[in-house]
């Protein structure tokens, strides 16, 4: 029943290596997030698109881009690991434009860097 | 920017009490919500609040969204093993085109057998 899936749960990256990791989901939601989260802080919101608008956070380091192909589908792309990046990164999906939202997020995928 | 504080950080309790923790801000938010997170998993939502007031309850959780629309509460009755993790709370103000969710640090609970 996992309405917001991430792939893999655990990635392992060499340092520099560009590395993607996707994300999808069965909520037919228009908007989709990707937050950074580090040694259980609070997670921090990279980008969001809301159905295709792309809108990037102000601090989100150039290194991290995004795509969107479709509705359902949402890759995170790391072009240029450092040892800085490893963390959980958190997909996340709402309905966008109504009152009552909610933010359902996926299991996460750890990102380790060597 | 936009900052939401929670207290405690952290607490220790006995199995079978009751929790108390709550989230502020300095700003009126339209939307609380509470999320519970696992060592190595994604944020599980807990509940939603949407008017000032507010209580609802899901199963032994209760959480309220305050008069002032700044702050919001969660309380655990009972407390059972299971409920140890680490406790988000979000805010949400409606703009124009997306949905921007803020998050506080989290209260991580330990429940003690």
């Known amino acids: 029943d996992a309405m917001v899936i991430q792939n893999p749960r655990y990635q392992v990256t060499q340092f520099g290596k560009p590395v993607t990791l996707s994300c999808s989901q069965t909520?037919?939601?228009?908007?989709m997030y990707w937050y950074q989260q580090k040694s259980s802080q609070a997670p921090k919101l990279l980008f969001h698109?809301?159905?295709?608008?792309?809108?990037n956070e102000a601090d989100t380091p150039d290194n991290f881009q995004s795509r969107r192909p479709n509705t359902s589908f949402c890759f995170l792309d790391i072009r240029s690991p450092g040892l800085g990046d490893a963390a959980m990164y958190l997909c996340?999906?709402?309905?966008?434009?109504?009152?009552?939202?909610?933010?359902?997020f996926g299991s996460g995928t750890q990102l380790s860097v060597l | 920017g936009q900052q939401l504080n929670q207290s405690p950080q952290s607490m220790f309790i006995q199995e079978g009490e009751d929790v108390s923790m709550n989230c502020t801000s300095s700003?009126?938010?339209?939307?609380w919500l509470w999320y519970k997170q696992d060592p190595g998993e994604g944020p599980v939502l807990l509940i939603a609040?949407?008017?000032?007031?507010e209580l609802t309850s899901n199963g032994r959780l209760t959480a309220q969204f305050g008069i002032t629309r700044k702050d919001s509460f969660l309380n655990i009755s009972a407390s059972i093993p299971s409920d140890v993790g680490i406790y988000f709370c979000?805010?949400?103000?409606?703009?124009?085109?997306?949905?921007?969710?803020?998050f506080g640090p989290g209260t991580r609970l330990s429940v003690l057998p």
């Open positions: 996340a999906t709402s309905k966008g434009g109504i009152a009552n939202e909610k933010l359902f």
């Open positions: 909520l037919n939601h228009n908007v």
């Open positions: 698109y809301y159905d295709k608008d792309f809108n």
């Open positions: 700003s009126i938010f339209n939307t």
């Open positions: 609040l949407y008017k000032a007031g």
């Open positions: 979000a805010g949400q103000k409606r703009s124009d085109y997306g949905q921007n969710f803020v």
